[in-house]
């Protein structure tokens, strides 16, 4: 009874924090340094457990309708996911990055180059997505790739880096 009264309040909580829409499931989602408002989910969305996701109220995330998020998810500040996406477990979506600092301190000033999902795509489990990078509508992303170039609508991209594999029909 207690676990149930707590997820309870703590959607309650969410929804007058986020701007969260209807039918969704958010399971052990952790939302770790988010700002008010800088997070818009659309609905029907599935976001399993120990998914993390950060947001600033400058570099929002958007996760639009019919998108599920597996488990052991990383989203960082800047992302969009468009409509009907997938994302499978252990992927990481890295927007941000730094500017190489002196010989004291290689990481310098923090950057969030904005991820742009487009819609329809499905990305395989364990992959990496970077900064800076948009993946065309329909794409889909084989497991354990990492992308460093964006990449072409309804086209298979997969490795380390990710290359085009071929068109999908």
Not at 4 to 21: A, E, S, T
Not at 154 to 161: E, I, T
Request: some cysteine.
């Amino acid at each position: 009874i207690i676990t149930k009264l707590y997820n309870k309040v703590r959607i309650i909580i969410l929804r007058l924090k986020y701007d969260i829409g209807k039918k969704y499931t958010l399971s052990g989602v952790v939302f770790w340094d988010c700002d008010q408002n800088s997070i818009k989910i659309g609905n029907s969305v599935n976001i399993l457990r120990n998914t993390e996701i950060c947001s600033k109220s400058n570099f929002p995330v958007i996760i639009g309708s019919n998108v599920f998020v597996n488990q052991r998810c990383l989203i960082r500040p800047n992302v969009i996911i468009e409509n009907n996406v997938s994302i499978g477990p252990n992927v990481s979506l890295m927007s941000d990055s730094h500017e190489i600092g002196s010989s004291e301190k290689r990481a310098g000033k923090q950057s969030f180059k904005q991820i742009k999902i487009g819609e329809g795509v499905w990305i395989g489990a364990s992959s990496t997505i970077l900064g800076g990078i948009e993946i065309g509508n329909g794409a889909v992303i084989a497991a354990g790739s990492v992308v460093t170039k964006s990449c072409e609508s309804n086209c298979l991209y997969a490795g380390v880096p990710a290359k085009k594999i071929t068109i999908l029909r």
